[in-house]
């Protein structure tokens, strides 16, 4: 009798890749692992049991116990772990079978791979997977992107696995080539962005305030119930009340302030000025995980530059509600017209109604807001930037002075809220008709004759200064 072929492959039996692949079998797909380390196989059986789920370290065997056309899913490190991947299972894959790489890839990569593998006759997707090894096993939100075609081979799956919102999976197909890892990419600095307002925020309750750990713990675990409600809020109010196994204290407060990176925040940034559009909010809060690296400096610094006094904080837990949620909008508004940007420059056809539907559940940037931009883009997916959707519009001028309230506070007090400011600041400039760049084209003009043009009539002109 032969046996039975397994319904879905997954290489990389790490912590995601164990938790996808019973994620997998919890809905009534058989499935099977790869990986060269038999401890992570043991892992899997162990906690797969009574499960139709297995593992093994031999790439040829793994490739035949599935079914055609096999459907395969990556979950290693990007880079070159994944084209290795490719490359020890392509001998044993036959024309119509499907690789999907789960990892943050960076996009040009997915789109040389997907090439490549086109001309053999494989399908590849390029899928965006977000929320953490919970999510992994719970319900992710998952933004594949390729052909159309190779996503319905493993759409059933996908919509089994995915975190629902109100009955709906919070997958959905994101366009062709590499769309899903650009959106995921995307979706990681807004995650950035977030993370550095809420680190911000934090200073200014703690420093500038002088609250408590109990304090912030109640304050975050209230805002979790309105406006503000989001996985990154919720986690924070828990952040707060977890005590230290090793000290008397908080666990936070034993932590070092070196924020590590790997790569997303960065790759959105860098893309962001190829493309040509703003988004100051997640830029500042690449570099301030840049400045938290450079621990030895700040605290000489610190010894040089010692701050005296803070000056009294006038600030009510509403009013840094505010200040974070005006954040919280305007950092969303920065990633959206970025997607937007992309979706032209490299023919990705997206639709944000459909992006922010599948952020609703199951992915870090998950939050109550979600729904509101969901509506936004549903009215105009051509919507320039959310700042100009009529319900977005009344957020920020409620919020707004809260925000700038906030933000003046800290600079005064010199408490580092370059997110907060760089927020702000893109507001101003975005609501100024005129900004004063009008000097820089005459400073150009002046210096290097690059001409500038008029208000008052057509043409390009140039003066002797
Ligand atoms: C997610 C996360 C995930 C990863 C971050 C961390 O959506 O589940 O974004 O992909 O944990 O990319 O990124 P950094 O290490 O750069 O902070």
């Known amino acids: 009798m032969t046996k039975e072929k397994y319904d879905f492959g997954l290489v990389g039996l790490g912590v995601m890749g164990r938790n996808f692949i019973l994620n997998v079998t919890d809905h009534g797909f058989s499935a099977y692992g790869l990986d060269n380390d038999q401890a992570k196989i043991s892992a899997l059986r162990e906690e797969g049991e009574g499960k139709q789920v297995d593992g093994t370290k031999d790439k040829q065997e793994f490739v035949s116990a599935l079914r055609p056309p096999r459907k395969i899913m990556m979950l290693v490190p990007s880079g070159a772990p994944v084209d290795a991947v490719i490359s020890d299972l392509l001998p044993y894959l036959d024309k119509g079978d499907l690789l999907i790489d789960g990892g943050n890839s960076f996009f040009t990569d997915t789109d040389r791979r997907a090439e490549y593998l086109q001309d053999k006759g494989i399908y590849f997707i390029g899928s965006g997977v977000s929320g953490g090894a919970k999510g992994a096993r719970f319900g992710p939100s998952i933004m594949p992107g390729g052909s159309e075609e190779a996503y319905k081979i493993v759409a059933p799956i996908f919509e089994a696995v995915a975190a629902k919102v109100d009955n709906e999976p919070c ?18 600095g807004i995650e950035y962005g977030l993370m550095q307002l809420i680190s911000e925020i934090y200073d200014v309750m703690h420093r500038g305030l002088g609250w408590d750990n109990d304090q912030m713990h109640q304050t975050f675990h209230q805002w979790n119930q309105g406006k503000l409600k989001s996985f990154l809020i919720e986690i924070t109010a828990e952040i707060f009340a977890k005590s230290d196994e090793l000290s008397d204290g908080r666990l936070l407060d034993m932590i070092l302030d070196k924020a590590k990176q790997k790569g997303t925040g960065k790759w959105t940034s860098q893309n962001a000025m190829d493309l040509g559009v703003p988004i100051p909010t997640i830029d500042m809060a690449v570099s301030m995980r840049e400045l ?9 610094a610190e010894k040089t530059y010692r701050q005296d006094g803070r000056g009294k904080a006038n600030l009510i837990a509403e009013e840094l509600e505010d200040a974070l949620y005006f954040g919280f909008i305007v950092t969303y508004a920065q990633g959206m017209t970025q997607l937007a ?38 009215n105009d997916n051509n919507l320039q930037n959310l700042l100009l959707d009529e319900r977005f519009i009344q957020k920020i001028k409620a919020s707004e002075p809260a925000a700038r309230k906030a933000a003046l506070y800290a600079l005064s007090a010199g408490i580092p809220v370059v997110g907060l400011v760089s927020t702000v600041g893109y507001f101003d400039a975005f609501r100024s008709g005129r900004l004063p760049l009008n000097l820089i084209q005459a ?3 002046h210096f290097g004759s690059h001409t500038y043009e008029r208000l008052d009539r057509e043409g390009i002109f140039h003066s002797e200064w």
């Open 341 to 378: 940007a992309a979706s032209k420059e490299y023919s990705y056809q997206l639709n944000m109604a459909t992006i922010s539907k599948i952020w609703r559940g199951g992915c870090i940037i998950r939050a109550a807001l979600l729904e509101d931009m969901r509506l936004a883009f549903q």
């Open 292 to 300: 938290s690296a450079q621990k030895s400096l700040r605290v000489k």
């Open 443 to 445: 400073q150009r003009d």
């Open 171 to 188: 997958v959905a197909y994101m366009g062709p080539k590499s769309a899903g890892n650009y959106v995921k990419m995307i979706h990681n």
